[in-house]
Every structure is written in C-alpha cells, then in structure tokens.
C-alpha cells in the first residue's frame, strides 16, 4: 500500500520550455503532497506543501511564479516548471501522505535543461 | 530552524550489523524516520517511531531512540548487498514537514 507514482522520471529540453511533473497517489487519497528538489549528493529541499483544492504554500526562496503547483484531486498534484533554464536542471521527488500517515515518496523525475 | 545531523559515510562488511546514528536540535519533534535512496531513484520509508517509544524492531531493523540526548539509530542486522544505498534520518513535528538529514552513503563490501 502507500504507492506514489511520478511521472516523467526523466526530462531533457531545451531552455525556455515549460516542464510538468505530475505525482499520484494510487492506492490512497492524499491529504497533502509534498514537493523537493535534490541538487547531487546533497539531502532534499522542501519547495511548497500542496493540500487539495487549495493554494499551495511556498518555502521561503522558491518563486512561486517559477515553479506553479496544481493540486486538482485528492490523487493528483502537478509541478510545472515554468520557462526552465539550466540552473532549473535537477532532480524533483514529490511526496503525499494521509492524515496522521508518514510521508510517501515517488520515485522522482530528473530535469535536465540544455 | 531544525537541524538535524547524521555522519556521510559508512563502510560495513556483508554478513556484518550497520549501524548509522543521527541526532536532532527539535524537541519538539513527533515523529522520527529513517528514509533509503538508492542511485536515481526517491525515497523508501524504512521505519519510524514515535518519539514517546524507546525501540522500534521490524525484521533486521532496529530503531532506538533516546530522546534525553536527541538521538536516533537505525541498526541493519546482517547487512547485504543490496542494502548498499543513502539513509536519511528526517524528523517531524505538528506539521508534518520533514526535516532531513544530509544522509549516511552506506558501502557494503564482500
């Protein structure tokens, strides 16, 4: 149980292209989602929170502009990584959890811009 | 913020016990996990406890905590292979938000 797919797991395009990750909970309803960004060797950066039907919640630094997150379903919540360029590249993991639940980690997608 | 803080590196023999420490600053904290990432993949819940247990056991998992000290540990028995990977420590607290560790790059040798 407690599966979250992502999806791409891998993305290369050219700069100014607007990427979309999208993250689902396949086997549970989600009350929040999570969304991280991994620089190499390095622990992961929580981006926004992201709660269903709700705006999202940014940490402090992450333009919100830059990086729109969608939250349409209990299920569903989309990354979109608007205009990307090469400081954009890395790797994004997103996460959902259910109430009192841990988090639960997708697989991850790697962004590479040229 | 919270901090929280685990050594870079552990090396261990197959067939050997691993054991990767971590301390937190947030006493606060509900909730501590042990996350493992294996290369280009996400993050795979491994345990976690609640910060009113002392020792949580799970298969070759042993979880202690001590939380006078503020002090986690996840021991591996009989450690393989294929438990080669990066073991994050993450702490939580009423909101949910984790905080994570830098991560133990564990090394398993034949």
């Known amino acids: 149980g407690a599966v979250v797919s992502q999806h791409p797991s891998r993305v290369i395009c050219k700069s100014g292209t607007s990427v979309k990750i999208e993250c689902r909970s396949l086997?549970?309803?989600?009350?929040?989602m999570f969304w991280y960004r991994q620089f190499p060797k390095q622990s992961l950066m929580l981006m926004a929170t992201?709660?269903?039907?709700?705006?999202?919640?940014?940490e402090q630094g992450v333009e919100k502009d830059k990086f729109l997150i969608n939250h349409a379903s209990l299920t569903l919540s989309t990354l979109t990584v608007t205009s990307a360029h090469p400081e954009d590249s890395s790797f994004y993991i997103c996460?959902?959890?259910?109430?009192?639940?841990?988090?639960?980690f997708g697989d991850g997608t790697r962004l590479s811009i040229l | 913020g919270e901090d929280v803080e685990q050594s870079l590196f552990l090396s261990v023999r197959e067939g050997d016990s691993s054991v990767i420490n971590c301390t937190y600053t947030?006493?606060?904290?509900?909730?501590l996990y042990w996350y493992k990432q294996e290369p280009g993949a996400g993050l795979q819940l491994l345990t976690y406890?609640?910060?009113?247990?002392d020792m949580k056991q799970d298969q070759r998992l042993t979880v202690l905590l001590n939380k006078k000290d503020k002090h986690l540990s996840l021991r591996i028995a009989d450690t393989q292979t294929g438990d080669s990977a990066i073991y994050f420590c993450?702490?939580?607290?009423?909101?949910?938000?984790?905080?994570f560790g830098a991560g133990t790059t564990v090394t398993v040798r034949a």
């Open positions: 406890i609640f910060s009113n247990m």
């Open positions: 992201s709660n269903e039907g709700s705006k999202a919640t940014y």
């Open positions: 947030d006493s606060s904290s509900t909730y």
């Open positions: 996460s959902a959890r259910v109430g009192g639940q841990p988090q639960h």
């Open positions: 993450a702490e939580s607290s009423g909101d949910y938000k984790l905080s």
């Open positions: 086997d549970f309803q989600a009350t929040t």
